[in-house]
């Protein structure tokens, strides 16, 4: 089957910058995307990574490696705004739909 | 355009009751899902519409869920009769269909917030 694993929380300072890393464990893999969810909002789509590397979007970046099944978010300059829960995912072995992780809930305070 | 929108946004009914939840997807997306998110637990696929069919409803608890997705556009999901632990957060999300490759990307709507007592 699949699961994944990301931190519980993670706290950090306006300004600073943060990595949420998830592993997971999968029947087959397409990608590892990224959600982030602000209280009580829709889950809104930040990034998605199906090859090893890097991919840039502002001040995120999302970074995979296949051989480690292993992932991560990494958010720079951070905002107040940016404080939110982050799901990482991928599709399930059928490729119908998302599996997402438990989600992490990070505070950024002044 | 217009997003994922769903209604009602909340929803409190007691147990043994029915209560049906609505979908409106983003125009033109033949991918509807539904998921729910019980309080501090994961987001939890439901099932997977691909235009009228159900391509895959392997997630659905019981079979006192019950998704339609008539004409291929807005979906309905009911729950008769309910029970305590369907309480959650049940949020529908739609997303193009692009040849044989999903769309990574998908559109969430805010959610129906049910509780049951």
């Known amino acids: 089957g699949q699961s994944l694993e990301q931190p519980s929380e993670v706290t950090a300072v306006e300004g600073a910058i943060v990595q949420i890393n998830c592993t997971y464990q999968t029947s087959g893999f397409y990608g590892l995307s990224w959600y982030q969810q602000h209280d009580g909002g829709a889950p809104t789509f930040l990034s998605y990574n199906a090859l090893d590397g890097l991919e840039e979007t502002g001040r995120f970046s999302s970074f995979l490696s296949r051989s480690d099944s292993y992932g991560y978010l990494l958010l720079q300059e951070l905002q107040m705004k940016d404080s939110a829960s982050y799901f990482c995912a991928v599709f399930n072995q059928a490729g119908t739909a998302l599996i997402f992780g438990k989600g992490t809930t990070l505070s950024v305070s002044s | 355009e217009a997003g994922v929108t769903q209604f009602p946004s909340h929803s409190v009914i007691e147990k043994g009751q029915t209560v049906t939840l609505r979908c409106d997807p983003i125009s033109g997306h033949d991918n509807l899902y539904w ?8 987001i939890k696929f439901l099932l997977h519409f691909v235009k009228e069919s159900k391509q895959d409803e392997s997630g659905m608890p019981n079979n006192r869920f019950l998704a339609e997705r008539t004409g291929g556009t807005y979906s309905t999901l009911k729950v008769q009769p309910a029970e305590l632990e369907d309480s959650g957060v049940y949020f529908c ?25």
Do not use: D, H, N
């Open chain 2, 35 to 42: 998921y729910r998110r019980v309080m501090g637990k994961e």
């Open chain 2, 93 to 117: 999300a739609s997303s193009q269909f692009e040849g044989q490759a999903l769309s990574p990307e998908q559109y969430f709507g805010p959610g129906t917030r049910l509780t049951v007592t």
